[in-house]
């Protein structure tokens, strides 16, 4: 299912060392990261932490391939992309990685099984092959039954898993979450990183930007940026686990 | 993404957005539609000019009697007689590398009577070239020839606006007797209907006679004076070389001098309908060049709603770029959509072009003429008028910031 074991045997997933990105706006030069060294192994589910304007949107990107580092290496999945092209760095997204976003972003007007096959069409996999997939990434999430429903026609909930459908159905090695349950109550927040935490123990590695420190919880390893640069990396000892969430909820 | 990816995505996202795309597609609609009809209209207009012309005769030349200066006070064209039946007899035989045929004409008005029937008419005189000259079939009967001409034998030809105002329909017209300014004649031929001329007169409210006959029998004159001379040359390229000769000839044998103006004149009517065409083309030019114009503003309609789908779904370009769209996979999709826009607009404009040049033409009585490379040529155009326009807001499309898109609200 995961491409996880597919990299160079035994590389982190996400290898930064020394990161570094300058804005330019205008006349000022923006130093939004200072230097970062990160790795993350496979299956790691990671929480990214921090205030606005610590970083961690830069990093994010930058582990993304939304973006290129002014300086520093980054390896994903032991492959240094870091001075790939535009065009190349669409396709590595296309391929390794799955992002899911705080508004959800699905195209609207679309159905759900459209959204999920929107990957695949960019790599070329056929309509019969891609329906099939994109059926099966949805069942994974729960909407097996509403593949036909618009953004409309579901809750933010059920549009947030229409998107993790989406982040799956490429089989990334990477999932990048950037703050999936900001626009959620916190319920449907608890059953969102229920999902991740499923697929996170499934053997897919997460990276999670939040800003809720319960939200955070839910992974193994919390990293907080400030300013730039990385502040303080720890493992959860006792982490939350959304099945219990929910379950002590149900009896209470 | 391959090409019939993009082209479901290009129908997916226009239908989405029905209003939108009907109106982008409305001004390359019309545009299709201008260039259709007018581009057959006008083609239309040129073959009913060149139809008219054509019913004129073939490479034609008239021949006139001059004006004359009488003791200082010149009089009008056509004022003297110094045209003769040998002066026509010499043309045909001395040129006939150049001329094929060559009619003398005198026309008198007559009042004509069958029956309890009568109506007035413009007799011609002339010799049966007449017919070859104007190019003018018989419908039935036949033509006179030269001994009817030599004898001035008391027969006729009817044109067929004469004949039906005489004859009852059905009646049997060959062969009766009509009395033509009280002389009897014999009907011997009807010519075809050839319709209104340039000038919108009725070409058909004629009786033809031969020359001899309208000469000494109607205008009882014993003269051999012609009214005037029609010429047929050869061919379209002998035309000129006709009139040259035509000109020698007759300036030669009315001894006039190398100083002395001459005392015809010749008109080229050949020069006359190339006039009238050229007018006509120079129409169709201008029909087409504002139908191009159209196509133009057709054109700045798709790329003025594409750049606004392109800022309004900045964020759906941010979506695809961040699943793995790459820039030409954008670029594509967008350049598709305006493709498609202009093609679908393309293509209900030609049915609409072909409706209102159906119904102009049918309006107008003159023949659509709708070719099919007009047709393939207008789609083209519509296509490619889609290209250039969409290329604009579909290249800004592809150069978005993945990270800008997304965040675009």
């Not at chain 1, 699905?106 to 092959?129: D, F, K």
């Not at chain 2, 030269?146 to 059905?170: H, M, N, W, Y």
Request: aromatic share 4%.
């Amino acid at each position: 299912m995961d491409r996880s074991d597919s990299g160079a045997a035994g590389a982190p997933v996400v290898e930064a060392r020394g990161l570094e990105k300058i804005y330019r706006m205008g006349d000022v030069e923006v130093h939004a990261l200072r230097g970062v060294s990160l790795s993350i192994d496979a299956r790691e589910f990671v929480a990214v932490m921090g205030a606005s304007g610590s970083g961690k949107s830069t990093f994010m990107n930058l582990i993304g391939c939304l973006d290129r580092p002014t300086r520093g290496s980054y390896l994903l999945n032991g492959r240094d992309v870091g001075k790939l092209s535009r065009d190349q760095l669409a396709r590595v997204r296309g391929e390794q990685i799955g992002f899911v976003f705080q508004g959800f972003n699905l195209l609207p007007r679309t159905s759900a099984v459209e959204n999920v096959e929107l990957p695949l069409l960019y790599q070329g996999v056929g309509g019969r092959e891609r329906r099939r997939r994109a059926a099966e990434a949805l069942a994974r999430v729960g909407l097996g039954d509403r593949l036909e429903h618009t953004s409309s026609q579901l809750s933010g909930g059920q549009q947030q898993r229409v998107a993790i459908a989406r982040a799956l159905v490429n089989r990334p090695i990477l999932l990048l979450a950037d703050e999936p349950t900001g626009n959620l109550d916190s319920r449907t927040s608890v059953e969102v990183m229920g999902i991740f935490q499923e697929l996170n123990e499934q053997g897919l590695t997460v990276v999670l930007v939040t800003h809720e420190s319960d939200i955070a919880e839910h992974a193994r390893r919390i990293v907080t940026f400030k300013d730039g640069l990385l502040l303080s990396d720890v493992a959860i000892s006792r982490r939350r686990l959304a099945r219990e969430e929910l379950r002590a909820e149900q009896t209470a | 993404m391959n090409a019939a990816a993009s082209l479901r995505t290009a129908l997916r996202a226009l239908r989405k957005n029905k209003l939108r795309s009907l109106l982008a597609m409305l001004g390359i609609v019309i545009a299709v539609a201008a260039v259709m009809a007018t581009v057959s209209i006008g083609q239309g207009a040129q073959a009913k000019v060149a139809q008219q012309m054509e019913s004129l005769g073939a490479n034609l030349l008239m021949v006139l009697p001059g004006s004359i200066a009488m003791h200082g006070v010149a009089t009008g064209s056509g004022a003297t007689q110094n045209l003769t039946r040998d002066d026509a007899t010499a043309i045909e035989h001395e040129l006939s590398t150049s001329v094929a045929a060559v009619a003398p004409i005198n026309r008198t008005g007559a009042q004509v009577v069958y029956g309890d029937q009568n109506w007035f008419t413009q007799v011609q005189g002339t010799t049966a070239a007449y017919l070859q000259v104007r190019n003018w079939p018989l419908a039935g009967g036949e033509a006179f020839g030269r001994e009817e001409d030599a004898s001035a034998a008391k027969v006729c030809i009817l044109g067929q606006t004469v004949v039906s105002k005489l004859f009852i329909p059905g009646a049997p017209v060959i062969g009766e007797q009509i009395r033509v300014k009280q002389v009897p004649c014999k009907v011997v031929g009807i010519l075809a209907s050839k319709g209104q001329s340039f000038g919108g007169a009725d070409q058909d409210d004629v009786i033809l006679m031969p020359w001899s006959t309208v000469v000494r029998r109607l205008i009882g004159s014993q003269a051999d004076s012609v009214g005037q001379m029609m010429v047929s040359a050869r061919s379209a390229s002998a035309v000129s070389d006709a009139e040259r000769e035509i000109t020698s000839l007759l300036r030669q044998r009315h001894r006039l001098s190398e100083q002395a103006e001459p005392d015809f004149q010749i008109r080229n009517l050949a020069e006359m309908q190339d006039a009238a065409k050229q007018s006509t083309e120079t129409i169709a030019t201008l029909l087409e060049a504002v139908a191009a114009i159209s196509l133009i503003v057709g054109g700045i309609g798709i790329a003025n709603v594409m750049l606004v789908s392109v800022t309004e779904r900045t964020r759906e370009i941010g979506i695809r770029m961040a699943v793995g769209g790459r820039s030409r996979d954008i670029l594509f999709q967008f350049l598709t959509e305006a493709v498609v826009l202009a093609a679908v607009g393309g293509a209900i404009g030609l049915s609409l072009g072909i409706g209102v040049s159906k119904w102009m033409a049918a309006k107008g009585n003159w023949p659509t003429l709708l070719s099919a490379p007009v047709m393939i040529g207008t789609l083209l155009a519509a296509g490619l008028a889609g290209v250039i326009a969409g290329f604009y807001p579909a290249l800004r499309a592809s150069r978005l910031d993945p990270i800008e898109a997304l965040r675009f609200e």
